[in-house]
């Protein structure tokens, strides 16, 4: 009966908007299922954004404040998530969690005296172990929600608890939960990774959360069933728990920058976007966005601005300030070479969004036909579900392992370079956006391989008479185990 109160879930995100706003869908959709009682748990300025963001639709959720002071942690004062933090104050956020643990305890303890019982299920953040082992304390079960792919969390996972790079003299390494044969590179590893040993502050934080994190019931992943057949196989052998696949979990519509830590300004006008992509041909425009926080060195933003010129190819780039600038900072022309906002403009081959444009809106339209992308899950998802084939440039967290995935698993990307430390040239950028936008060859193969996976997507998610998408089943599957 639907409309009788199933029990309650508590969810615990990380402090991040990229974690929160995930948390916030999978809420949703749990909800649109059956009817449980979900209280989110966070600090007092991410609920307060919680709450704005619920306010615009129907999501009936309860919000329960966790005190937090930052200045206590050695952080600025009100900051409570990592928009805006210096990347050197990044660590010292994700060590003020631990504190959250006595008010958490609290809590759990307040409902399970109001209710008589412990809540049901706590789902926790993969970055939140300490949860787990509040959870098992009070005798209930414990979800950890990975808002990664599976083959990006299981890679993240294993090289965080085993640090396999620092056991091996060579530029290639093996991580446990991968085949004998696979290889990462160190080039794939986020600064802050590469030079961990073990007792620096992120390895601290993130070996012993993360080994909690497995030690929970289950893993709801964002992804599909269908899309990541070697990723979902491995992290099953290597967790040895359930994985629901739930995903994906998409935005309804794209988010303004504003509510996504990116500055006041929405960017520019939805509207301005569509009529310029109208006026253009079927598939034939490069969406260029390296997501919600990071951008990329000067120098490599000067090779970009070059090879696109060069390639002749229409374009939207979101540009941010590169490295070294508030990203959220006014833009300077000589980041650019010199009159190329003009030319771009003048002869309409480009459109210059800065800090933020509507990407699934972009992602969705015909005239789009690739994305230049930093491979965070998100754009990841938003790009597949709508057959576009990915240039992958990672940057930071489990985003290498992303693209590697595209590009071998998947067939439907190629790396252009990884990170901010690497010097390219226009030339490389043009080569390469020539090979994925070609409407022959590689380019084709490539749009034909994301146009089958948008199938997958789709049909995963839809219901079609007696026959569930795998990610519904999944999402049943959940439902019925945290009820038995
Ligand atoms: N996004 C957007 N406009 C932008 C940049 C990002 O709407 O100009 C959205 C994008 O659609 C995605 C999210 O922000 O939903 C970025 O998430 P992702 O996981 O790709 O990367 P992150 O920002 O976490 O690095």
């Known amino acids: 009966d639907a409309t009788k109160n199933k029990g309650h879930i508590v969810m615990v995100p990380f402090m991040a908007k990229g974690h929160i706003i995930p948390f916030l869908a999978l809420a949703r959709h749990i909800q649109q299922r ?39 942690h050695g952080l600025p004062p009100n900051t409570e998530s990592t928009e805006r933090l210096p990347f050197t104050h990044i660590a010292k956020l994700f060590l003020s969690s631990l504190s959250l643990e006595a008010p958490f305890r609290s809590l759990i303890s307040k409902i399970t005296q109001e209710e008589g019982h412990p809540p049901i299920c706590i789902i926790s953040d993969v ?3 300490w949860v787990n082992n509040v959870a098992k304390s009070f005798g209930t079960r414990n979800i950890t929600f990975s808002t990664c ?47 961990a040993d073990g007792n620096d502050e992120w390895s ?28 979902l196989l491995l992290l099953r052998n290597y967790l040895q728990l359930p994985i629901w696949t739930i995903g994906p979990l998409l935005q309804q519509v794209s988010l303004k920058g504003s509510e996504h830590g990116a500055g006041k300004e929405p960017g520019i006008a939805l509207d301005a976007c569509i009529e310029w992509l109208d006026l253009k041909e079927e598939s034939s425009v490069l969406y260029i966005s390296f997501g919600s ?45 010199q ?19 509507p990407q699934l809106e972009i992602l969705s339209h015909r005239a789009t036909r690739a994305f230049l992308s930093h491979c965070g899950w998100n754009s990841v998802l938003e790009s597949l579900s709508n057959g576009v084939p990915i240039i992958g440039w990672p940057l930071a967290a489990e985003q290498a392992y992303n693209a590697k995935m595209l590009v071998e698993e998947m067939g439907v990307a190629v790396e252009l370079t990884r990170t901010v430390e690497t010097v390219i040239s226009g030339e490389e950028v043009k080569k390469v956006i020539e090979i994925v936008m070609d409407q022959e060859g590689k380019g084709k193969e490539m749009k034909e391989k994301a146009n ?27 439902v019925s185990t945290i009820l038995s």
């Not at 093996?174 to 590893?189: A, C, D, I, K, M």
């Not at 906002?341 to 444009?357: A, F, I, N």
């Open 339 to 357: 009159g190329f906002e003009e030319r771009v403009r003048d002869s309409k081959r480009g459109l210059m969004v800065h800090k933020w444009g």
């Open 34 to 72: 059956t009817a449980f009682t979900i209280t989110i748990a966070n600090t007092p300025l991410n609920i307060q954004y919680i709450r704005s963001a619920i306010s615009t639709n129907d999501t009936d959720v309860h919000l329960a404040e966790l005190p937090f002071n930052s200045t206590q």
């Open 204 to 231: 601290t934080f993130f070996r012993p959360q993360i080994a909690f994190s497995m030690e929970s019931e289950g893993w709801i992943c964002n992804t599909v069933e269908e899309i990541e057949p070697l990723g």
């Open 127 to 129: 970055f939140l172990g």
């Open 293 to 337: 926080q990071n951008t990329i060195s000067a120098s490599q933003m000067m090779a970009l601005a070059e090879g696109l010129e060069e390639s002749g190819k229409s374009f939207i780039w979101v540009i941010r300030p590169p490295v070294g600038f508030d990203i959220n900072g006014e833009f300077r022309e000589e980041w650019l070479p």
């Open 149 to 195: 792919g599976a083959y990006g969390s299981l890679a993240y996972t294993s090289i965080w608890v085993n640090l396999p790079h620092r056991k091996t003299d060579s530029d290639e390494f093996w991580t446990p939960g991968f085949p004998e044969n696979y290889r990462f590179h160190r080039t794939q590893l986020h600064r802050y990774l590469k030079a």
């Open 452 to 478: 089958e996976i948008a199938v997958h997507i789709r049909e995963a998610t839809t219901e079609n008479g007696e026959v569930k998408g795998s990610s519904l089943r999944a999402m049943d599957d959940f």
